[in-house]
């Protein structure tokens, strides 16, 4: 039994030198994009354009708008505690939060969010006791609450400011409601679902179950409070440059948003600027959406960055001892 146990564990240490290599990989591939995305951001400008956009901005509203910044991410922290508590696998707020800040911050700039944010959150996870099937289902349900904040906040939008659509569309009123009712809708309908469903849902040959309803509320008020922070530090910045209320801020960026998802453009570049620059014709923007990009985006990608390198340094020396330990029994 000796000899058969022996070459078994000398396996182990090659098989995690294969392992590191390929996250190490991973995360180089990650943060190499991440880097030509900040240089392609910021190369869009001159450098006294952006010291003026930034300089335009009062103190109070970068601050404000920072704020905001920061409650959005705290907000998306909750999409992942909730979606372990769907799987079945809770864990620390603590690593939840890791994992959750690193794979959105470089997620929500690369585009592509399920994969790019997906093979962040798989890294983690993975080392944490999840499987794939767990992280898969946790990527799902986090997909689902980013849309449940889309329908509600988007529906209440079209109702408290329907001359955005109206405007944009050349639809009418009745139409604009009808469009605001059927958004709402969907959230209710997932309440419905999470209440009375049996079973399990069958999508292209995958089994989801509905989550228990006490989930299903807490993402129907979580999904939208993460997009009434991130639209809340846009207003801030165009509130710079233009008076204009909140709501028809909400409604271009939920727009801006629904359009960057399907389009899966890095970042929503060039999408925000053109939904902005229709709801605000004439008004010198580039500050406002330059301010806005660093809060929200850049200064979190960076920041990102270093949680991914800081995190694999750190499971690469627990992981090297672990192996050690092991090959040497």
Known sequence: MAADVRPQKQDRKPAYKRRRWLGYIIAVVVATLALYLLYRTLSRYDWPDLVDAVTAVSWARLFAALGFSVLSYLALTSF??????????????????????????????LGLAALSSGAIRYRYYTRWGLGRADVAQLIVFCGATVGLGLAALGGIALLVAPEIAINALGLSPGVVMLMALVTL????????????ATGAIHIRGHKLAMPKLWLAVAQCVIGPMNFVFVA???????LSVAEISYFPVVAAYVSANVATIVSHVPGGLGVI????????????????????????FLIPLCAGLVVLGVSELFFSRTGSRRATRDHSL
């Open 185 to 196: 809708a969907c959230p209710v309908l997932y309440l419905g679902m999470a209440a009375f």
């Open 80 to 109: 992942d505690w909730l979606a372990l508590q769907y799987v079945g696998c809770p864990l620390e707020y603590r690593k939840v939060a890791i994992a959750s800040f690193a794979s959105l911050s470089i997620g929500h700039s």
């Open 232 to 238: 809340a530090a846009l207003h801030q910045t165009v």
């Open 273 to 296: 600027e053109a939904v902005l620059t229709y709801l605000l014709p004439g008004q010198a923007l580039i500050g406002a959406i330059l301010v806005f990009r660093l809060v929200y």
